[in-house]
């Protein structure tokens, strides 16, 4: 997640949600200013584990354009992840929610 520019805020060892951008900002200027923010879960098990992402944001706030920011924003980020997981041998699989 910091890779990709998000502030990670972890609720447990395997629980936490990543965010980037300014919740302010993205309400006064729209589409101009985009706040982003994924809850995220990591379900480990013996050999690998599963991630559950959950787009918390729609980008309504930035209008039909803002939305889709979010939700491309949000497959980028998600692929991303599931390449790195796989190729350290470590994902069994992905839930995007």
């Known amino acids: 997640f910091v ?3 998000f502030y990670v805020k972890w609720e447990s060892p395997t629980k936490g949600k990543a965010e980037k951008g300014s919740k302010g900002a993205n309400i006064m200027l729209g589409v101009l200013a985009q706040h982003y923010a994924v809850d995220f879960e990591i379900y480990p098990q013996a050999d690998g584990g599963t991630l559950r992402l959950v787009k918390t944001g729609s980008g309504a706030a930035g209008g039909l354009l803002g939305m ?19 190729q350290q041998g470590l994902l069994l699989g992905v839930k995007k929610l």
């Open 3 to 5: 890779a990709n520019g």
């Open 68 to 86: 889709r920011k979010v939700n491309k924003q949000f497959d980028q980020l998600s692929d991303t992840l599931a390449s790195w997981f796989t």
